[in-house]
Each structure stands twice: as C-alpha cells, then as structure tokens.
Nanobody, 125 residues
Framework: QVQLVESGGGLVQAGGSLRLSCAAS????????MAWFRQAPGTEREFVTG????????RYADSVKGRFTIFRDNAKNTVYLQMNSLKPEDTAVYYC??????????????????WGQGTQVTVSS
C-alpha cells in the first residue's frame, strides 16, 4: 500500500510559478510510475504529466508542455511538479497518483492504483 500526500498548492497570479510536492509512504515508491492529474469544477479529472519509475521517461499533456516539469527523487520518496507561466485555466485541484510501471506512461485514470487527497491551485487573472 502506498499513501500519497500532496502539498504546495495555493493562490498565484497569472504568469507566476508554483511547485507541488507529493510525498509517498512505504519502501516501494521507486517501483511505481507517478503522475499528476487535475480536476476543475464541473470537469472530469484529466492527466497532466507522468514520470517513469526510474525517472527516465516523462509525458505531458499538450496544454502544459513547455510550462510544467515533473521530476522525482526516489531517495526522498517524493515526486514534484514545477509549474511556470501559470494561466487561469490551470486552476484546479491537483492530484498525484501511482501506477504499476509500463513501457509507456499511461494517461488512463483507472490505471492508477493510489491517489493523494489533492491540493488546490488557483491562478488569478
């Protein structure tokens, strides 16, 4: 069992930056592909970015390419999401999630076995 706890959300002006963290419990963190999803009010939860279990591969939604960066520190059992050039449309609750490793990072929500409780990101215009 992996427990995930996100932190780092908050209120920021458009064009600003935030860094989210997701700390995992347990010794098996490095065995999982990790991802960030987000959900705005009235919308479905959507894939934002993912990273392979050893950090060698990443995948990004088109909407965040060039602005967001995912990275992980397996020694600290933590995955991060650096968000730059934030836009009001990035406003959402951001969730980290863990999936069993695959050849390619999956964007399918139901493939992710463990989820954090979410952290709110609000970008004002």
């Amino acid at each position: 069992q992996v427990q995930l706890v996100e932190s780092g959300g908050g209120l920021v002006q458009a064009g600003g930056s935030l860094r989210l963290s997701c700390a995992a419990s347990g010794r098996t963190f490095s065995s999982y592909d990790m991802a960030w999803f987000r959900q705005a009010p009235g919308t479905e939860r959507e894939f934002v970015t993912g990273i392979g279990h050893n950090g060698a591969s990443t995948r990004y939604a088109d909407s965040v390419k060039g602005r967001f960066t995912i990275f992980r520190d397996n020694a600290k059992n933590t995955v991060y999401l650096q968000m730059n050039s934030l836009k009001p449309e990035d406003t959402a609750v951001y969730y980290c999630a863990a999936a069993l490793p695959r050849r390619e990072i999956t964007t399918t929500l139901t493939s992710y076995l463990h989820w954090g409780q979410g952290t709110q990101v609000t970008v004002s215009s």
